[in-house]
C-alpha cells in the first residue's frame, strides 16, 4: 500500500541490445520516480536510450534487446519479475503508451472503433457494446475530434495525422490509467498542432490525476508542459529535478548545451549555439563520462569514473564539476 | 468503383483479342495450314472441297476475320477425332476438372493457412522450422511423379484407392458431380492431394513469411501496448492483414491449377479437359487445341478480374488510392 | 577545452557478455548461410551431374549394347554379360543406373541453357526498359505482363504442341515463358538504381547510354536476378521433365529423367515400379538440392 505519492520508482534500469559480439546497453542504469498526477520530461537526443526506456518499463522490450537488470515499482510491484500475463493486464488499463507514428501504430484494415473498443473490452469483458461506445465517444470529444459518434466507423487512412495522433490519446485515456507513458507524441506532427496537443494533454491529466511521461528531444516541449525533467545522455540520467529549477540553473554542461542550443534563447541575427563533437554510438561510449569528449569543463577524473548520482534537495546530477551559475 | 471495373473489362476484352491473334497466327499460319486442319486421311478431292469450304484459299486476314466472327459466335471448329464442335467437346469436361481443382483448393485453405499460421508465429521454435523445410520437399516434387508415388503406395501396394478414373456421378443442377458419391470421393482422393501439394506448400510459405512481418509491425507491439489478449492479436490484426495478400494468391492459383490439372489428370486418367488437351496435342487435334487456350484464357481473365475487385473490396485503402490518378 | 578532433584513442567500454537471457535470445540470430558457401555448392553440384555419365557402366544410347532379352528386370538382377544391373532395367533393356546418369546430365543442360537464356534476354530488356523509359518501357512491360499472366505449363505446351519434339525445342519453349520474369525483377531493381547519384555522375562525365547501362548500372542490379536464378534452375528441370513426361519435350533419342519416368508409367500397375521411381528418386534429389541451395541464398540476402 502506498499511501505516498510516489506513483512510479525505477531503480538501476538496465536494458542492453544483443549483437554477436555481446551486448550492448542502450538503457545503462536509470533511476527516476514519477509521483501521482505529476507530468515528467524524459529529454534526450536521437540515440539517448529515452525511448528505449518507455518501452522497458512495461516489458514491450522484443529480442535482440532485453532488460538486464533493474526494478521498476508501479504502486508497489515491482514490473520487472510480472509475468507477460500480469503485464498485460495492467497495459492498457493502469498504464498506457502513446506511440511516436500515428500511422503505424493503428491497424489500417480495422475501423478505429473496433481498435478503441477492444482497449476496453480486453480488460472489461462485461461492459456492453452501447456502454463501450459512449466511452469511445466520449473520449474522442475529449481529445477534440469532431463527429466523434460517425468517426468511429472510418478507417485510420481517413485521419489526418494530428488527429490520429489525438484518437492514440483518446485511446491511452480509455481506461483511466495512473499513468501515461508518451514516446514522442508530437515529434511527427505540424508544430501547430503540436500545441494543441500539448495543451490536450495538460488538460486531460490534471483533470483526471493521471500522471504523464513525455518522452521528447524538445527541450521547449517540456519548458511548456511539465513539473519535472530528467535529462538523459548516453543511456544515462544526468540530470533530474523541477523544470523551473533545471531551467534557471542547470547543474550538468550537457543540460546546459541544450538550453543554449535552443532557437528561443537565441538572439535574433545570432549565430545558433551548438555543443561540439557528436553523441556516442552504442559501442562507442566512453569508460568514464559518456559526455567527456564534448565537454568544456572536463577534468582527469570525468575519464575514469562515471560520476555517482549527486543528489541536492529536490534535483540531482552526475557531474564531478557542475555548473553553479544561475541563468539569467 | 465502376470505374475500375470498366477499365479492367476493357483490359480483359484486349488479352482476350491479342491471345485470339497469337492463337490464330500460330496454329493457322505457321507451317503449312492445310496440312494442320485438314484430316490427312482425306482423299484430294473431298480435300479441295474442305479447302474451299474452310477458306484456306482467301487472304490471312479474312481468314482471321472469319475466325473471329465464329469463335463470337461459339463456333471454334470441329474436333478431327470425335467430329463433333471442340467447344462442346471441351464444355463436357469442365465439371470433372472443376470438381478436382475446387477439392484441391479447398485442401489448399484448410492445410496450407493455418500450418503457415504456426509456421509464422513458432518460427524460432523446431515445430516451425520443421514444418517450413518440409515445405521445400512440397514445391520440390515433380508433380507427375508424386502423382505416380500415391498410386504406387495406395493403389498397388497398399490396395486402398483406385488408381484412375472418376468415380459415379450425380447430376446436381443439372450438372455430374462425383463428389456426392462415396465411391467417387475415393477416386477423387489422391488427384486432389495430388494436385494440392504444390500449392498447399507455397500458401504455407506464404502465410508464415507474412504472419513473421505482421508481427514485427508497429500496430502489433500497439495492441501489446493496450493490453489485447494474444489470441485476439492473432485474430484480428494479424490475419486480417495476412489474408488480403493470400486470398489474391489463392484466386490466382485458381487459374494455374486449372492448367495444372492437366498433368494429374493425365496421371490418374481423369476425364477433364486438361487430359482431353493432352489427348489432342497427341492426336494432332489442332482444333480442340486452339478451342483450349481460348476457352482457358477466358477463364483466367474472368478469374483475375474477379480477384482485383475482390482485393479492392477487402483492403479499405486500395479504393482510396484508384481515383488519385 | 575540449578538443573534438584529438588523435589520441580513448578507451571505450566493451560489451556485456553475460545476460540472462543472452543464450536464448543469442539462438534466434542465427548466423546467416553465406551467398559464396551456396554458389560453390551450387557449383559443385553441378559439375557432379554433368561429369558422371562418364562413370556409367553402359551408354544406353548404344542400340548395339542393348540386349531386349534383359527387359524389365528387377533392381539387384543379373545381366547376361555377368555385370550387376543395380537399379533394374526398361523394357528395352537398358541399364537404369546409367539411364538415369545420361538422363541427369540431359536434365540439367536444359534446365541450365533455359535459365541462361532467359536471364539474358530477360535482363536485357528490363535493363533497357528501365533505362530507356516512355513508350519503349510500356511495351515490354505489357508482354511480360501479358506472358506472367498465363501458366508456363500452358504456354509451353501449346508452343511445343505447334513446334514439336526436341530438346532445342523444349529450350526455347521454357525461354519464352521464363524471360517475363527475368525484365520486371531487372527493371524493378534498375528503376531504384538509376536515381542513384552514380548513374547521374556517370552521365555528367559523358559516358555513352548503352555503357552507362551495361557497365554501371548492371552490375548492381545483379543480385535479385541471381537468386531468382537459381531457383528457376530447379524450376526449368522440372518443366522439362513434365513436358517430356506428357510426351511433348526431349525425343526418345535423348531421354530426359522425365521420359524415362513416363516410359516406365505403364508398369507401374503391374508392379515393375523401378523404371520409374528411380529416374524419379533422382530428379526429386536434383531439384531438392537445388531448391535448398536457392532457399540458402535467399536467406542470406534477405536483410531480415
Known amino acids: 500500500m502506498s499511501q505516498d505519492k510516489t506513483l512510479l520508482d525505477v531503480r538501476g534500469l538496465r536494458t542492453a541490445f544483443h549483437t554477436e559480439a555481446g551486448a550492448w546497453p542502450a538503457v545503462d542504469g536509470v533511476d527516476f520516480t514519477v509521483r501521482r498526477g505529476e507530468i515528467v520530461g524524459l529529454v534526450g537526443e536521437s540515440g539517448s536510450g529515452k525511448s528505449v526506456t518507455g518501452f522497458s518499463l512495461i516489458g514491450l522490450i522484443d529480442p535482440p534487446g532485453e532488460v538486464v537488470a533493474g526494478e521498476v515499482i508501479f504502486d508497489g510491484i515491482d514490473l520487472c519479475t510480472q509475468t507477460e500475463e500480469q503485464l498485460r493486464k495492467l497495459r492498457g488499463d493502469r498504464i498506457a503508451m502513446i506511440f511516436q507514428d500515428p500511422l503505424m501504430t493503428l491497424n489500417p484494415v480495422l475501423k478505429v472503433g473496433e481498435q478503441m473498443r477492444e482497449a476496453i473490452f480486453t480488460h472489461y469483458p462485461k461492459t456492453t457494446r452501447k456502454q463501450a461506445d459512449a466511452r469511445c465517444v466520449e473520449a474522442l470529444e475529449m481529445v477534440g475530434i469532431p463527429s466523434a459518434a460517425t468517426r468511429l466507423d472510418n478507417y485510420p487512412h481517413e485521419f489526418s495525422g494530428g488527429m490520429r495522433q489525438r484518437v492514440a490519446i483518446a485511446i491511452a485515456m480509455l481506461n483511466q490509467p495512473e499513468l501515461i507513458i508518451a514516446d514522442e507524441p508530437t515529434t511527427a506532427l505540424d508544430v501547430t498542432i503540436q500545441g494543441q496537443i500539448l495543451y490536450q494533454m495538460q488538460k486531460l491529466c490534471r483533470a483526471h490525476d493521471t500522471a504523464l511521461i513525455w518522452i521528447t528531444h524538445d527541450l521547449g516541449v517540456v519548458a511548456e508542459l511539465a513539473d519535472r525533467v530528467a535529462v538523459m545522455y548516453a543511456g544515462r540520467i544526468v540530470e533530474t529535478g523541477t523544470v523551473d529549477e533545471v531551467l534557471s540553473a542547470p547543474r550538468h554542461p550537457y543540460t546546459r548545451g541544450l538550453l543554449d542550443s535552443m532557437p528561443s534563447t537565441a538572439e535574433p541575427g545570432q549565430r545558433l549555439h551548438q555543443i561540439d563533437g557528436m553523441a556516442p554510438t552504442l559501442a562507442g561510449r566512453e569508460i568514464g563520462c559518456a559526455f567527456r569528449p564534448r565537454c568544456p569543463n572536463a577534468i582527469a577524473r570525468c575519464a575514469e569514473v562515471p560520476p555517482e548520482n549527486t543528489v541536492e534537495g529536490k534535483r540531482s546530477y552526475r557531474c564531478y564539476v557542475p555548473l553553479v551559475q544561475e541563468l539569467v | ?325 | 577545452m575540449a578538443d573534438p578532433n584529438q588523435t589520441k584513442r580513448v578507451p571505450t567500454r566493451g560489451p556485456m557478455l553475460e545476460t540472462p537471457r543472452r543464450n536464448a535470445i543469442l539462438k534466434k540470430l542465427n548466423a546467416r548461410p553465406t551467398v559464396r558457401g551456396s554458389a560453390i555448392a551450387l557449383a559443385v553440384l553441378m559439375l557432379f551431374v554433368l561429369i558422371a555419365p562418364y562413370f556409367a557402366p553402359q551408354n544406353p544410347y548404344d542400340l548395339m549394347a542393348l540386349n531386349i532379352m534383359d527387359g524389365r528386370l528387377a533392381p539387384g538382377a543379373e545381366s547376361m554379360e555377368g555385370g550387376r544391373y543395380w537399379l533394374g532395367t526398361d523394357s528395352q533393356g537398358r541399364d537404369m543406373l546409367s539411364a538415369i546418369l545420361y538422363g541427369l546430365r540431359i536434365s540439367l543442360l536444359v534446365g541450365l541453357s533455359a535459365v541462361l537464356l532467359s536471364t539474358l534476354i530477360g535482363s536485357f530488356l528490363g535493363l533497357l526498359a528501365a533505362f530507356k523509359g516512355g513508350w519503349i518501357d510500356t511495351a515490354i512491360m505489357r508482354l511480360v505482363d501479358f506472358i506472367l499472366g498465363f501458366p508456363t505449363i500452358l504456354v509451353a505446351l501449346v508452343l511445343l504442341a505447334v513446334m514439336g519434339r526436341g530438346v532445342d525445342k523444349v529450350v526455347i519453349a521454357l525461354v519464352v515463358v521464363q524471360w517475363a520474369h527475368y525484365a520486371r525483377i531487372m527493371r524493378g531493381r534498375a528503376l531504384q538504381e538509376r536515381r542513384k547519384e552514380y548513374i547521374e555522375a556517370a552521365q555528367n562525365l559523358g559516358f555513352p547510354a548503352w555503357r552507362i547501362m551495361l557497365f554501371h548500372l548492371m552490375p548492381n542490379c545483379l543480385s535479385p536476378v541471381m537468386v531468382f536464378a537459381t531457383i528457376q534452375i530447379a524450376t526449368a528441370i522440372v518443366l522439362e521433365a513434365t513436358l517430356s513426361f506428357l510426351g511433348v519435350g526431349v525425343p526418345v533419342t535423348e531421354p530426359s529423367l522425365g521420359l524415362l519416368i513416363a516410359s516406365g508409367f505403364e508398369y507401374l500397375l503391374s508392379g515393375d515400379y523401378w523404371i520409374s521411381m528411380f529416374p524419379g528418386i533422382a530428379l526429386l534429389l536434383l531439384i531438392l538440392s537445388i531448391n535448398i541451395i536457392g532457399d540458402r541464398m535467399r536467406a542470406s540476402l534477405d536483410p531480415r
Open chain 2, 1 to 325: 468503383m465502376a470505374l475500375f471495373i470498366l477499365r479492367r473489362l476493357l483490359q480483359s476484352l484486349f488479352v482476350l483479342l491479342a491471345v485470339s491473334v497469337v492463337v490464330f497466327f500460330a496454329v493457322y499460319a505457321v507451317g503449312d495450314p492445310i496440312e494442320l486442319l485438314v484430316s490427312p486421311e482425306v482423299g484430294q478431292a473431298e480435300r479441295q472441297a474442305l479447302i474451299a469450304r474452310l477458306g484456306l484459299d482467301l487472304p490471312i486476314w479474312q481468314q482471321y476475320g472469319h475466325f473471329l466472327w465464329n469463335a463470337l459466335h461459339g463456333d471454334l471448329g470441329n474436333s478431327f477425332v470425335h467430329g463433333m464442335p471442340a467447344v462442346e467437346l471441351i464444355v463436357q469436361r469442365i465439371p470433372a476438372t472443376f470438381e478436382l481443382v475446387v477439392v484441391a483448393i479447398t485442401l489448399t485453405c484448410i492445410i496450407g493457412i493455418p500450418l503457415g499460421l504456426v509456421a509464422g508465429l513458432y518460427r524460432d521454435a523446431p515445430l516451425g522450422r520443421g514444418i517450413m523445410a518440409t515445405s521445400v520437399l512440397g514445391f520440390s516434387l515433380p508433380n507427375f511423379w508424386q502423382g505416380m508415388v500415391f498410386i504406387l503406395l495406395f493403389a498397388v501396394w497398399l490396395g486402398w484407392l483406385p488408381a484412375s478414373g472418376r468415380g459415379p456421378t450425380v447430376d446436381v443442377l443439372g450438372v455430374p458431380f462425383s463428389i456426392f458419391t462415396a465411391e467417387g470421393w475415393r477416386h477423387v482422393a489422391m488427384p486432389a492431394v495430388n494436385l494440392a501439394i504444390a500449392n498447399i506448400a507455397l500458401v504455407l510459405r506464404l502465410t508464415a513469411t507474412g504472419v513473421v512481418e505482421a508481427r514485427s509491425q508497429d500496430y502489433v507491439k500497439f495492441a501489446r501496448a493496450k493490453g489485447v489478449k494474444p489470441g485476439r492479436i492473432v485474430r484480428r490484426h494479424i490475419l486480417r492483414n495476412i489474408l488480403i495478400p493470400v486470398v489474391t494468391v489463392i484466386g490466382m492459383e485458381f487459374g494455374s491449377l486449372i492448367a495444372y490439372s492437366t498433368i494429374t489428370e493425365t496421371v490418374f486418367s481423369w476425364p477433364g479437359m486438361g487430359k482431353l488437351l493432352i489427348d489432342s496435342v497427341y492426336q494432332l487435334d489442332r482444333p480442340v487445341v486452339v478451342a483450349y487456350v481460348m476457352l482457358v484464357t477466358l477463364i483466367f481473365v474472368v478469374i483475375n478480374l474477379i480477384v482485383d475487385i475482390l482485393y479492392a473490396v477487402l483492403d479499405p485503402r486500395v479504393q482510396l488510392l484508384e481515383p488519385a490518378h
